[in-house]
């Protein structure tokens, strides 16, 4: 507050300083940094309060003298002649408090699988980018317009910080279909199997050990029928141990390239305003095998995200050499990508056998294995029990 309204820092000289203070403390002036050192004494008042101490130390023979005075009114007062620099400082904070009416940039978060390239580009399709006008932007059709061109999104969020606008998203894992236990359902196949077992818990069993079913078949309905005659919906529930039998490849090329990077660099800049984007270089090819890599550095003004940015391109050079593998070494590779494969797609079945059989092919290596496996093919598929309202639900 003392830069708004000044601060007089003076010397005082005399013999009845004390009487000067008493005046000063008596007419609500409080004199702050108030020091004595030999014969002169020093302190500081607001320009007011000082105007009012020079009579109360004139009446009693204190003499005063102003060592500096700091703060806003005294810059005008100096730089009154120069209005200009005040009128281009209110002008300039006018410009910056009507940029941030405008989209300087635009970060998303919570992504994995999806690019942040595709996302941003998505959301230029439906409007936003930079130098978006916000106060006439619809955010929210453009989170619904951005949700709808994206399914596998769980989630989606744009939230306005000052000029920035932050893309919040969560991705959805694909999951199983579960249905209540209170919905009425039925069990279906999920693969091709031929049934080993049933253990049927609440519904009607439509198959027999023995029989061969294909996906989607029904196992177990949900929609029973009494002996007299009465249908009602039930959530079928039910354990269907199946054999299933398949045949999984998996592959290799014996002949690969293999990149070697020379360790030499190269970098362009561009400067980017708005997202237009005006390179600080001669644009010539580059015909020597390569990556490119782009960051963009924004400029910030006191913290406050500019529409001006500098794009910095790292080309890393690099020399392709030939790789190749023996089969021997193809297959040790091709087990490796087999164990993970058990371990995450077949962890849930039970794998009574397996044929591996190995093949060239030109120059792929392929790999082949019939597996015969034990696993529960039964899953949920809801009754949509609206079609035929006049049928009870009997859970």
């Not at 108030?34 to 109360?56: M, V, W």
């Not at 989607?216 to 949900?222: A, I, N, P, Q, Y």
Request: charged fraction near 25%; charge should be negative.
């Amino acid at each position: 507050m003392s830069q708004w309204i000044g601060t007089v820092f003076f010397q005082a000289k005399g013999d009845e300083m004390g009487r000067f203070l008493s005046l000063c403390r008596s007419n609500g002036i409080n004199v702050k940094r108030f020091s004595k050192r030999g014969g002169i004494c020093r302190g500081s008042l607001s320009p007011r309060d000082y105007r009012q101490a020079s009579s109360f130390a004139k009446s009693v023979g204190v003499h005063l003298r102003i060592e500096k005075k700091i703060g806003v009114p005294f810059l005008i007062y100096r730089y009154r002649k120069r209005l200009g620099l005040f009128i281009g400082t209110a002008a300039a904070v006018g410009v910056l408090l009507f940029l941030q009416c405008f989209v300087w940039a635009i970060d998303v978060s919570g992504n994995e699988q999806i690019t942040d390239a595709h996302i941003l580009a998505t959301a230029e399709k439906y409007g936003l980018k930079k130098g978006l006008f916000l106060p006439s932007a619809d955010l929210e059709k453009i989170e619904l317009n951005m949700l709808g061109e994206l399914p596998t999104l769980s989630f989606l969020s744009l939230n306005r910080i000052g000029s920035r606008v932050e893309i919040e998203l969560s991705e959805e894992s694909p999951k199983p279909m579960i249905v209540s236990g209170d919905e009425p359902c039925n069990i279906v196949s999920s693969k091709t199997a031929q049934i080993v077992e049933t253990e049927v818990y609440t519904g009607q069993k439509m198959v027999n050990l023995g029989d061969v079913v294909y996906e989607g078949d029904l196992l177990v309905s949900g929609v029973v029928e009494s002996p007299d005659g009465k249908t009602t919906y039930h959530h079928a529930s039910a354990k269907i141990l199946a054999q299933t039998n398949f045949v999984k490849e998996f592959s290799i090329a014996l002949h690969q390239d293999e990149k070697i990077y020379t360790g030499k660099e190269k970098k362009r800049y561009r400067i980017d305003i708005c997202g237009k984007k005006l390179p600080l270089f001669i644009a010539t090819s580059i015909k020597a095998p390569h990556d490119s890599q782009k960051e963009m550095g924004t400029l910030r003004l006191f913290g406050i995200p500019l529409p001006i940015g500098l794009e910095t391109e790292t080309i890393s050079y690099y020399e392709v050499q030939p790789l190749t593998f023996t089969e021997e070494q193809a297959l040790e590779l091709i087990e490796k990508n087999i164990e993970i494969y058990e371990q995450e797609e077949l962890q849930d079945a039970e794998i009574l056998s397996k044929e591996m059989s190995a093949y060239l092919d030109g120059d792929i290596f392929r790999v082949e294995i019939h597996y015969q496996c034990l696993e529960d093919i039964a899953i949920a598929q809801k009754i949509e029990t609206d079609l035929d309202p006049s049928i009870p639900r009997n859970p």
